[in-house]
């Protein structure tokens, strides 16, 4: 069967304040869809109605076809989760709770051993397989979870900031494991409001703010639609570079849209017509003689998009 | 609808997984690990001590006072001294118990966050709310038998061997009904609260003294049976033991302080009343107690 997660008409309200508006969105097959917004766009109120942790106040939530509301216990069968940062039952071991999450969800024990193992090393925590949860730091807990959400190598995977309270090493780890996820013909589901995060581990975004879907699309087209509009690009000189540089060698060139100046070495420029513009912009500023030391697009096109529709919504 | 255009990805190999059980198998499942969670928990360690203090009071007293006539009667026969020790005293452990295991049970899934442990797994609410209840139910067990070890052992030395009455059995059982009753009522308060210390504090007080001052002064100025008060049900823990129960209602001539007589109405439930009323604690509030777990989120 092929992994989905559906949103229909899915509506939170808290109070007279809407944190879901009739989402409608539908995921299927095996890749990773990154749900990005700003903090309070209801990423994870939609995350947690995926999970029933919480109920929608109009709507529903399928998982594989099955509806979250109606049948959680079925629609969570080939679900791993992790919303937040759950805590475990502080006097059991990470092998106790990995059991326990198995044996609820029908793992036979000889194949919860050797899935706990296997996880359990995933996220380098095979070191720490015996010893109470209740004493880990908040990073080694989110490791374990990460593992228990994992252990039944379930077909869909819900991650709600998956990096969240882990130091840049871990958040390090954590998007390689996602990222070998991703390998294994599954479909995830994960918020972030890291880009970085996003651009390196998904292969589709939706993005989210005040309870509206704004958009939904892959990241090739993404990129499409940023380089068709205007790129922004940061260069930095040598030395300081004079307004009549900018004005007569700089603002004029073909595909330049706007320059402003940053400091005395720097200015940044909108330039339209994709990479191929970009790239004859560069050769002219370069031959020019100035002490162009370097030029770089100042956001990825994600970026770029995330911040011209968050700012639509402001 | 929005959707994007498929993305390739190598195919998973994938594990072979079982049926998910069945609600009751999930409930004894995490009752398990619920009540493994108990037994290596301070509160575990803070339980057996209070019954410990109290049993250690009562073997104090009993070797202290050993051949005044107040202990000559109490080890006169086998159902005095059950009847006294265990009937009159079992529901201060129980109530203990109640408070330790129960009162954040559910509140605390809420506020320590392990629910969102659970709660992602394919399990339905009220399988969680039984797993727990029956892990409470037996970290009390382990409570209660713990103090009737402690009975036995003094009966042992007072009564003398082999001393262990069918009645004590048959009191056991109705004290266990009366904790069915009384972690119904606690997890109903903890599913209504989502903060750990509000429930146990709600359940403390009304179990320990807000329950008995209600009864009080039901009978004492509205005049009437309160029949629908937990405590009153509790003294048929006792009944076992008694060639003679109570009367049901009874009515008490007392001297009043300045020579005149007070006339005071004395209530006692009967065998079944006394049963139905726990029982019908227990099933109304784990109704209610359910109602609420289902209901509530996780913000």
Same mark, same amino acid.
């Given at each position: 069967m092929t992994p989905s997660i559906e949103a229909v008409e899915l509506t939170k309200q808290f109070g007279t304040f809407t944190a879901l508006d009739h989402l409608n969105l539908k995921l299927e097959g095996a890749k990773c869809v990154g749900f990005l917004g700003p903090n309070g766009a209801g990423k994870t109120t939609t995350l947690k109605m995926f999970t029933d942790l919480i109920f929608p106040t109009a709507g529903e939530a399928f998982i594989n076809g099955v509806s979250v509301q109606t049948d959680r216990k079925r629609a969570l069968t080939d679900c791993g989760d992790l919303i937040e940062t759950p805590e475990i039952y502080p006097s059991l071991t990470p092998l106790e709770a990995l059991e326990l999450s198995g044996a609820l969800r029908g793992m036979r024990p000889e194949e919860i051993r050797s899935r706990s193992a296997v996880v359990l090393e995933e996220v380098k925590m095979t070191e720490w397989a015996t010893q109470k949860v209740g004493r880990f730091s908040k990073g080694m807990k989110q490791r374990v979870n990460i593992a228990a959400s994992l252990l039944s190598d379930p077909d869909v995977v819900i991650l709600d900031e998956p990096s969240t309270g882990l130091d840049p090493r871990g958040m390090a780890e954590v998007r390689n494991i996602v990222r070998g996820l991703k390998k294994e013909n599954r479909l995830i589901f994960m918020s972030s409001h890291i880009l970085s995060e996003v651009v390196d581990i998904c292969d589709e975004v939706a993005l989210i703010n005040h309870g509206k879907l704004l958009f939904y699309d892959t990241l090739g087209n993404v990129s499409k639609r940023i380089t068709a509009s205007a790129t922004s690009v940061e260069l930095a000189f040598v030395g300081p570079i004079s307004d009549e540089a900018i004005g007569t060698q700089i603002v004029k060139l073909p595909g330049v849209s706007s320059v402003y100046r940053v400091d005395a070495q720097r200015v940044r420029m909108s330039i339209t017509g994709g990479r191929e513009a970009q790239a004859q912009v560069l050769e002219r500023i370069a031959a020019a003689h100035l002490g162009l030391v370097s030029f770089e697009p100042s956001q990825s096109a994600l970026e770029e998009l995330y911040l011209q529709e968050i700012s639509k919504g402001d | 609808?929005?959707?994007?255009?498929?993305?390739?990805?190598?195919?998973?190999?994938?594990?072979?997984?079982?049926?998910?059980?069945?609600?009751?198998?999930?409930?004894?499942?995490?009752?398990?690990?619920?009540?493994?969670?108990?037994?290596?928990?301070?509160?575990?360690?803070?339980?057996?001590?209070?019954?410990?203090?109290?049993?250690?009071?009562?073997?104090?007293?009993?070797?202290?006072?050993?051949?005044?006539?107040?202990?000559?009667?109490?080890?006169?026969?086998?159902?005095?001294?059950?009847?006294?020790?265990?009937?009159?005293? @079992?529901?201060?452990?129980?109530?203990?118990?109640?408070?330790?295991?129960?009162?954040? =049970?559910?509140?605390?899934?809420?506020?320590?966050?392990?629910?969102?442990?659970?709660?992602?797994?394919?399990?339905?609410?009220?399988?969680?709310?039984?797993?727990?209840?029956?892990?409470?139910?037996?970290?009390? #067990?382990? =409570?209660?038998?713990?103090?009737?070890?402690?009975?036995?052992?003094?009966?042992? @030395?007072?009564?003398?061997?082999?001393?262990?009455? @069918?009645?004590?059995?048959?009191?056991?059982?109705?004290?266990?009904?009366?904790?069915?009753?009384?972690?119904?009522?606690?997890?109903?308060?903890?599913?209504?609260?989502?903060?750990?210390?509000?429930?146990?504090?709600?359940?403390?007080?009304?179990?320990?003294?807000?329950?008995?001052?209600?009864?009080?002064?039901?009978?004492?100025?509205?005049?009437?049976?309160?029949?629908?008060?937990?405590?009153?049900?509790?003294?048929?823990?006792?009944?076992?033991?008694?060639?003679?129960?109570?009367?049901? #209602?009874?009515?008490?001539?007392?001297?009043?302080?300045?020579?005149?007589?007070?006339?005071?109405?004395?209530?006692?439930?009967?065998?079944?009343?006394?049963?139905?009323i726990m029982a019908g604690y227990f099933i109304l509030t784990a109704i209610g107690g359910l109602f609420f777990f289902e209901r509530e989120e996780f913000t």
């Open positions: - | 609808m929005a959707t994007a255009a498929p993305t390739e990805s190598s195919p998973r190999t994938g594990t072979t997984m079982g049926e998910v059980p069945g609600t009751i198998e999930q409930a004894l499942l995490l009752s398990r690990y619920q009540f493994r969670d108990y037994l290596r928990s301070r509160r575990f360690i803070l339980m057996l001590a209070i019954v410990a203090v109290i049993g250690g009071i009562l073997s104090f007293i009993l070797a202290y006072y050993n051949g005044s006539s107040t202990v000559a009667g109490l080890t006169s026969s086998s159902d005095a001294f059950y009847g006294s020790l265990w009937g009159g005293g @079992v529901y201060v452990v129980i109530i203990f118990a109640g408070i330790i295991f129960g009162g954040d =049970a559910i509140a605390g899934e809420f506020q320590n966050k392990t629910g969102y442990f659970l709660m992602g797994l394919p399990i339905r609410r009220a399988t969680v709310y039984g797993g727990k209840f029956l892990a409470a139910l037996g970290a009390s #067990i382990v =409570a209660m038998v713990f103090y009737l070890a402690i009975l036995v052992a003094n009966g042992a @030395v007072y009564l003398g061997t082999g001393l262990f009455p @069918v009645s004590l059995l048959e009191s056991f059982a109705i004290a266990l009904l009366y904790l069915l009753a009384l972690l119904g009522a606690v997890f109903l308060f903890s599913s209504m609260f989502k903060n750990s210390l509000y429930a146990v504090l709600v359940v403390a007080i009304l179990f320990l003294f807000g329950f008995t001052l209600i009864e009080e002064l039901i009978i004492g100025l509205v005049k009437i049976e309160p029949w629908f008060i937990i405590d009153y049900a509790r003294a048929t823990i006792a009944y076992p033991f008694d060639a003679n129960l109570p009367p049901h #209602i009874a009515t008490v001539v007392t001297m009043g302080p300045r020579g005149g007589t007070v006339t005071t109405t004395e209530y006692n439930p009967t065998y079944p009343e006394g049963l139905a």
